[in-house]
Structures are given as C-alpha cells and as structure tokens.
C-alpha cells in the first residue's frame, strides 16, 4: 500500500474505532448506602426507567447495609474503589468535600430546569459544606413526637404535649401504669438529636457557637436543658434500659407499646405504621421550651457525583432521574422523607394523618428547623463516640450534666477553630 | 555436605513452606503495614495525613483514661472467658470421651453453639437478655442472681457478664472437642495397665490424663487467649462497649478509633501495645512449658 | 473398660444433660423467634412458645432474598478453606513436629504474631494488596485469605497431634526402605484422623460464620457470603428479626451435614490396635 493510503486507512480504522467505542455500554456504579430491600427495589425500578431513556448505558448498584456501611465506604473509597454515584448523607458530606472526592454540582444545578422550584432548605442543606452544592438532596428527615394514643388514653391525657412541662407530666402520669415508661430515651448511639432538641428549648435558641468560634454549650440554659433529659431518666420516667438504646430498641421500644413517647423522622413511620394500627399511635409537633420555641432537628441524605468518575454528564443526568419531580415523589413515598420540591407538598400522599404532625411542625413559627454541625471536623467521632459515653455516664450518675456539657463544648470549640482557621 | 545430607536439611522446609509462603503473602505485608500506622498520622480519608510522628500515638495512649479502662476490661474478659471456656470445655470433653448410646448425637448437639456466626450468636444474646422479649431476667430474678427483671447489660458494674456468658456459650464446643480428639488418642491400655496396677481415677487422670494433654491444651489455651484478646464482636454488638465504656476491651476501642474516628494512626499504636503484651504472655507460657517438660 | 456404678453414670448423664440444655436453649430460642409472626414478636417475646406460628419467615428468607446464591457461596468458601488450610496445616505441624531446624523458631513466631494483630487493623492494607489483583468481590480472594488466616491455628493443632504419635514409627517404616513422606502418608496420617477432623471441621464452621473480611472485601452479592446476607437484615428501619433468625437456622444445617460427616472420623480410637503393631 503507498503511504498515503495507508495513513487513510489507519484514520478510517481509528475512526470506525471511536463511533464503535461510542457505541458501547457504559456501565455507572451507584452505590446507595440507607439500604433496605424494599428500597432497593424502588432504586432498582427507577433505574430502570432510567435505563429504557438511555439505551446503551447500565447502573450497577451496590447495597451497603446501613449498620456497616460508614466503615466499608471508606475502606473503599481509600483504596480506590469508588463509584460515579454514591448516595450521600448529611453527616458524611464534610468529610469526602475534605477528601475532594465530590465533584460540585453548582454548574449542573444552573442548568437544570427543576431548580427554581427546589425549596428554600433544599438548598440550604445542599449547600451546607463551603456554601457549594456537593450534593443534590433527596428529601429532608425532620424530627416530631411520636405518642402512643392507647397509653395516653389509658393514663387519662386528652391530648399530646404542647410544652416540655406537660411532656414530663404525662411521662410521669404513663410512668405510673404498671410495667409502662413515658418516654423511649435514646441513651446509646444516635442520641445527640434529642439532648440538642431538648437542650436548645430549655435555653431559648439554637445557636451552637458564638462569634468567637466557642461552644455555647456552657451558658446555663443549655445546661439546664441537658440536667432535664438526665432527670427524666433518673426519675424513672424513662425504662431503665434505654441507657444502651438505639434506633432499633427505640422504636421497637415504642410499637412494643414499653414507652409512650418517641421522637423520630419521618422514616420511622413506615417501621411504625408497619406494625401498630392507625388508631394506637399519633405525631405531634416537638414540645416547646419555656421561651415559647422548639428545635426540631433536621437531617437530610442526598445524591453525589464523585470526582473520579468518568462519565459526569452522565451520571447527572442518572440524579435528574432519581430526584426529579416524578422521581423524587416516588422516591420519597418509599423512602419516608419530606419533598425537596415546594409543589410536592401539596401532594395527596402528604395529606395523610401521620404527616400531618410534620407539616404542623412545618407551617409553625415557633418550630424552628435546626440544622446540626454536621460538617465540622470530627463531627462523627463526637455525635458516635464523646456523646454516647459522657451521655451515658451522665444518666447514670457518673458525671454531672454540667460536666457533660463543658466535656462537649471543649471538643465543639476546638473542631470550631480548626474549621474557620483553615481546612 | 553430600546430596543426602542437604535433602535432609532441607526436610522440614518441604513441609513447612508453602505455609508459610501463604501467611508470607497475604498477611505479613498488611501487618508490616499496619504496624508502621503506629509511628504515623495516618487518617483515612484526610489527605493531609501520613506525616511520621514517632512516638506520639504512644505518649497520647499513655495519658488516655479511656485506654487503661479498655485494658482493664481486656484482662477481665479474657482472663474470665478463657478460665470457664476451658474448664468447662475439659469437664464436657471427659463426659463425651466414655461410650454411651447416643454419644454421635450430643456430640453434634454441643457442637452447635461454636456454627453459629457470632453477630448472630450477639444479637441473640442480647436478646434473651432484654427484659421485652427475653426470660433471662425474670429468671435471674427468680433465683435472686438480680434485684429486679433488668436488663444485665445496662448495669455498669456487671454488664460485661453478659458477652462473657455468650462467649463462653459459644466457645466450650472449642475446647471440648480439641480435647476430645485427644483424649482419643491416648491408647486404651495403658489405662488398663495403670487400672489394673490399682491406681486410682484422680491418679490415673493426673499421671497419664493429663500429660497425654498437655501440648494440646498449651496451644488451645495460648491461641484462644490471644484471639479473645482480639474478639471484640460479641460486646459491639451486645453493649457497642457500655454503657459508659465499661464493657470496652481494647479490640473494640481499636475498632472504634479507626472507624469513628478514622484515626488509623492511634488505632494502630492501641494495636501494637496489645501485640506486645500478647507476644509477653505468649513468651511466658512457653517459657512455663518448657520449664514444665523439663521437670518431668 | 472399667466398669462403673449407677451413680457414677446418674451423675454423668446429669452433667451431660446440664451441657445439652445449655448449648440448646439459645439456639432453640432462635427457632422459636424464627416462627414467631411478626405482630407476636414484642407481645408474646418472652413466652417459650408462641401462641401462634408461622412459616412465613422461612418463606421470605428461601424464595424472596438472595440466600440460597449466599449459602451457596458459603459451602464453597468454606469447604475449599477447609481442605487448603489442612493439606497446608497437616505438613506445616508435621514438620514442626518432628524437626528441630533453625528457622523454626522464626517460623513459628510469625505464624503466632499473625494471630495477634486485630484484623481490623489490617484490613484496609488486605483490601488494597487485593485489588490490584482482581481478587476483591470474588470468593477466591476470600479463600485466600481464610486460608492464610486459619493455618497457623490449623498448624499447632495439627502438631499437637502429631506430637503424641512416637516417632519410632515413621522411623520403623523408613528402616524398612519407605521414604518419610510416604510413611507419613500411610502411617501417620491414618492414626490422627481424629485430629485432622477436628482441624477441618473448626477451619470448616470459621471460614462459615466469618463476617468481617466477608464483608469489607465483597460488595457484590454475587460474591457475598450468608453472614453478609444476614446483616443485610439490620437496616436503618427495623431489625427483621423474624426472618434473621430463620436464616441463622437455615445456615446451621450444612455445618450439621458437615459435622455428621466428619464424626465418625473424630471419635475414631485407637483400638484398632495401630499402636501396638
């Protein structure tokens, strides 16, 4: 072949090369981590759809069981193994945003049709590290008061509490029928919402750090908002056990029919609503403080594009499919979170009488929606290690709550400097 | 040296090797590696990690309340586990070393326990021991062992009875039928020598019983020890180490470090102090052993 | 065999039946929370039977979830472990056994120091020495490394064995013209079959139940193992309690097959006379 031939050939061969690779299948991995089976199954159909519309392209998902999954991902994600789309939850965000494992997602979110009719939280929480968006929200999990309404009925209370005297009130009132308890405490991991929620309503706000970058955990409103958790426990207004409890003993504690009172997300509703009849159980807004406010806490899980993945595009229009009005509804109906969507929430599905406690809580003005510190340095060996041991030593007596508070607010200062001093 | 006698040096190697080759592989790198975590901050997932920080890690671990308190429970959880797994274990392996009917089937029934995976073998426990939906407590009430139907792993002072019993639960079958196996292979007649020498049991049982045992029973005890040392399964999963730390053994506080707090570095240095004190006490039986054989 | 009195025999059935309903209880407790309907799980927890029983938990667990793929996995992993870390234990503790040689100090050492070290510490360096190979999200990585793992162990145990077997037999045989590693096939081996059941059948029931490795090398469940399928039940909603404990009764009947199998191996004595000879 004469040279000039050859190099046609050798172009048109590269060329035939590149339409076919084009052509091939791509393949994403998603990895969701908030697993359950029946989760599973939606993710899968939604998927799926999202496969017909893009022909040619595979997801691969991955489910980590939640109770392992923090460890495993990040085994994984050290060692390289990472995913185009992962699913990500609020206290997780800081630490790949640190990593530089997520790809921001300002520039897709300007593009995107659907944005401007996010609500205002959706993107606050999206943009909680750095003030960029690293993940795209799939729904918010705000925390209201579960109560038994058989219990209550049995121990002569008419209606929910409204303030957190009324709330030892009626625990106490619940305390004193035979083998019940008031309130289904959670004294093992995950409890550090409810010592917040408490705390912040006793002292009036919800502001966790004063200008300066130090924990406002000492001023005494806080510390009388933690003394009132450790009383309810002390004063047997909690079961004994609930020192160890976590999210399964509380909420298997609560449609047990153990304790009367459990404050939770809307998540828990599908466990609840799983195994107790409409009638036994009710949602009530969180009980307010004596300066007339309550602080639900907020958390939130969305979707995230890794840096390292190879075909971003892609992988955002996989999210679009996920967390797009249609999607987002079916998503969040299996799911249990509230809507990142403002026209959701006029949907019938969030009418029912169980939700209707949450958008209480919503329209409210004096339940205020709080946001936890969750993208401070550290913030997980805090919430899961320093919480649930000076927690449990202040139940039993072991310390004092004021101590417990100093202990906190020490390691909430020091993460505070370090995050405004540099990263 | 002649063919012959380098193929007989090179013996025990031909035996020996491909094991070791294996072990070479797979762990001794990971270990190596793991080892050098200690004199480094080492993070995961920070990417300002990795600088060498020498003894740091173990100048903080000596200042750390929370470590001595995980060392203290470490020696009672091992000390009480290994103590009844054994003497249990050896009392069930003589019972089962004398033929009866129906010996293959309570053999496989005592077995059982050691099949079942120990988070499952946790999470029932924990179980029979939650006054909700379990009868533990009431029973213990009953027998006047507690004040009241509670549950045993919220009181701080006994919780760390509960995973002992469940480990003990699931490890006699260990020991009974290591001994067991050997207890086989001591040869019928010289018990019938001994016998009919007029000795009695006890003298039968200390003179040939228990020597017969003994490489068996110095391997059984030094390795459970060493791996309930590191067993920290069982009380993450019945307590996650509390109430307030005090059923937290070292393997769980390691476990806690390096996962909650992604600090690889100190995990590693709370790591290579345990691995120390194993090799002391690994180093101590031998040394008990050897003194032993040579009194004999 | 001597002959002993009805008390003796009272006291050692008594002693016996004490271990049997000890070892039995919580595994019956299993069962019973197994048929347990869900409604009853919390109402009637602490009876002993529950007033109603159902069979729908075992349902869920063989015809909906992805066990049987899981037990699968299982009994192939554990079975290639077993019968790799004893070929390798069986030689390793001979030689330790019967040879004095300098390395064996060192050997020995470093098979121990492996037994130290918290595997947690060791997993990540495990998982990437395993990547680049391929060997994550495969049974074959998790063979490999159970391997590694449980042949020290194997290996005391098996030297232990072999300990009690005097070494004028070998010697006797390899007089008689054999080379040692056909004596130690035709002699040795045979006497310490209980030994070597023993050794399989611990090998066999670790590399079963193990969680951690299986769960932090394997994502997929096309490579995962059942006690990765029974973690899968504790989801951030709910314990399935129910259907957790009818799987953990499920996977106790291949290593009760397995145990059967190897019984008989295991009380073998040594009437045969072997000794003797």
């Given amino acids: 072949m004469s040279a000039p031939t050859l190099k046609i050939a050798c172009a048109l061969a590269a060329a035939g090369l590149l339409a076919a690779a084009s052509r091939a299948d791509t393949t994403l991995k998603l990895v969701e981590v908030l697993t359950s089976p029946e989760r599973t199954e939606t993710l899968q159909s939604l998927v799926n759809t999202f496969e017909k519309q893009n022909p040619g392209t595979h997801v691969e998902i991955t489910s980590l069981a939640w109770s392992s999954a923090f460890e495993k991902f990040a085994t994984m994600v050290s060692a390289g193994d990472t995913p185009d789309v992962v699913e990500m939850p609020d206290r997780w965000l800081s630490l790949y945003v640190r990593n530089g494992n997520l790809e921001n997602l300002e520039p897709y979110l300007a593009q995107w049709s659907d944005t401007k009719g996010l609500n205002d939280r959706t993107l606050e929480t999206a943009r909680a590290v750095d003030k960029t968006a690293y993940l795209l929200p799939y729904g ?13 009925k049995q121990a002569g209370i008419a209606a929910p509490p409204k303030t957190m005297d ?73 079961p004994r056990d609930s020192v160890n409890w976590g999210f399964n003993e509380i909420v298997a504690g609560f449609y047990s029919g153990t304790c009367a009172m459990l404050d939770q997300d809307t998540d828990a509703l599908i466990a609840i609503a799983e195994r107790m009849k409409p009638e036994q159980f009710g949602v009530a807004p969180m009980p307010k403080g004596p300066a007339g406010k309550a602080y639900p806490t907020v958390g939130y899980a969305g979707w995230s594009i890794f840096k390292s993945s190879l075909h971003k595009d892609l992988d955002w229009k996989l999210i679009k499919a996920l967390d797009d009005p249609a999607g987002n509804l079916i998503w969040n109906k299996r799911v249990g979170a509230l809507p990142i969507f403002k026209a959701a929430e006029q949907a019938p599905f969030y009418s029912s009488d169980q939700l209707k406690g949450w958008f209480q809580e919503l329209s409210d003005p004096d339940e205020v929606p709080t946001l936890m510190p969750t993208n401070l340095p550290g913030f997980a060996y805090f919430a899961d290690s320093l919480v649930v041991r000076t927690g449990q030593q202040a139940l039993l007596g072991q310390i004092s709550p004021e101590d417990m508070n100093k202990q906190w607010a020490a390691y909430l200062t020091k993460a505070k400097l370090k995050q405004l001093s540099g990263k | 040296m002649t063919w012959r006698g380098a193929a007989r040096a090179a013996e025990p190697y031909f035996y020996t090797l491909p094991a070791v080759m294996l072990i070479c592989a797979v762990m001794l790198m990971p270990l190596l590696i793991g ?14 990690s990795g600088d060498f920080v020498g003894l740091e890690h173990f100048r903080e671990l000596n200042a750390d309340p929370a470590f001595w308190n995980a060392l203290r429970n470490t020696v009672t959880w091992t000390a009480a586990s290994v103590t009844l797994q054994f003497g249990l274990g050896l009392v069930l392996a003589l019972l089962l070393n004398r033929l009866f009917p129906g010996r293959a089937l309570v053999q496989l029934l005592v077995f059982l326990p050691w099949a079942i995976p120990s988070f499952l073998s946790g999470l029932n426990w924990a179980w029979l021991f939650n006054p909700v939906v379990g009868p533990l407590p009431y029973w213990l009430h009953a027998i006047g062992a507690m004040a009241d139907a509670d549950n045993l792993l919220s009181h701080p002072r006994h919780a760390l009875w509960g995973p002992i019993i469940a480990n003990v639960w699931w490890g006699i079958p260990f020991f009974a039928i290591t001994l067991l196996a050997a207890l086989q292979s001591i040869p019928a007649d010289i018990y019938e020598a001994a016998a009919i020498d007029g000795a009695g049991p006890w003298i039968r049982f200390r003179r040939i019983t228990l020597p017969f045992l003994a490489p068996t029973m110095a391997i059984t005890i030094l390795l459970r020890t060493v791996w309930i040392a590191n067993f920290a399964d069982l009380i993450v999963i019945m307590t996650k180490g509390g109430p307030a730390d005090s059923t937290q053994i070292l393997a769980s506080y390691i476990f806690t470090q390096a996962f909650q707090r992604l600090d690889f570095g100190y995990a590693s240095a709370v790591a290579t102090v345990l691995l120390a004190l194993l090799l002391a006490y690994a180093m101590a039986l031998m040394v008990l052993r050897a003194a032993l054989m040579r009194r004999n | 065999m001597e002959t002993h009195g009805k008390s003796y025999w009272a006291i050692h059935y008594l002693l016996l039946a004490a271990f049997v309903v000890f070892a039995l209880f919580p595994l019956f407790w299993l069962l019973k929370v197994s048929i347990t309907p869900n409604d009853l799980l919390y109402s009637e927890g602490v009876r002993l039977w529950p007033s109603r029983i159902t069979a729908d938990h075992y349902a869920s667990v063989i015809a909906h979830s992805q066990f049987p793929l899981f037990f699968r996995n299982s009994v192939i992993v554990a079975t290639t472990t077993a019968l790799f870390s004893t070929l390798l234990a069986a030689a390793a503790g001979y030689g330790f056994s019967r040879f004095q040689f300098r390395a064996k100090f060192w050997i020995v050492g470093l098979m121990l120091i492996t037994q130290m070290f918290p595997l947690v510490m060791i997993i990540a360096p495990i998982f990437r020495l395993l990547k680049p190979l391929g060997l994550t999200n495969s049974l074959a990585g998790l063979v490999i490394v159970y391997t590694a793992f449980n042949v020290p162990f194997a290996s005391f145990l098996m030297q232990s064995f072999f300990d009690a077997i005097p070494k004028d037999l070998e010697e006797a045989a390899m007089l008689d013209g054999a080379n040692r590693f056909a004596a130690f096939r035709k002699i040795i081996v045979p006497l310490t079959l209980p030994g070597l059941a023993a050794t399989v059948g611990f090998v066999f029931t670790a590399a079963w139940s193990e969680l951690l490795f299986a769960l932090m090398l394997n994502s997929s469940s096309a490579a995962s193992t059942f006690p990765v399928g029974l973690l899968a039940f504790v989801s951030k909603f709910s314990v399935d309690f129910g259907q957790m404990m009818a799987a953990g009764v499920l996977a106790l009947l291949p290593v009760c097959l397995f145990f059967v199998f190897i019984q008989r191996y295991l009380v073998q004595g040594l009437t045969a006379g072997a000794v003797k000879g």
Wanted: hydrophobic share 45%; aromatic share 16%.
């Fill in chain 1, 140 to 152: 918010l999990y705000m925390r209201a008061l579960f109560y038994n309404k058989v219990l209550f």
């Fill in chain 1, 166 to 238: 009324e709330f030892r009130d009626d625990a106490r009132k619940i305390a004193a029928l035979p083998g019940k308890s008031g309130y289904c405490l959670r004294g093992g991991p995950g409890g550090l919402n409810a010592w917040i929620m408490f705390g912040a309503a006793m002292a009036g706000n919800n502001i966790f750090f004063k200008p300066d970058g130090s924990s406002t955990l000492t001023d005494p409103g806080w510390i009388k908002g933690t003394a009132w958790t450790v009383n309810l426990y002390k004063d047997g207004l909690a």
């Fill in chain 2, 35 to 48: 080892l050098t975590y200690a004199f480094h901050d080492v993070r995961l997932l920070d990417p300002m």
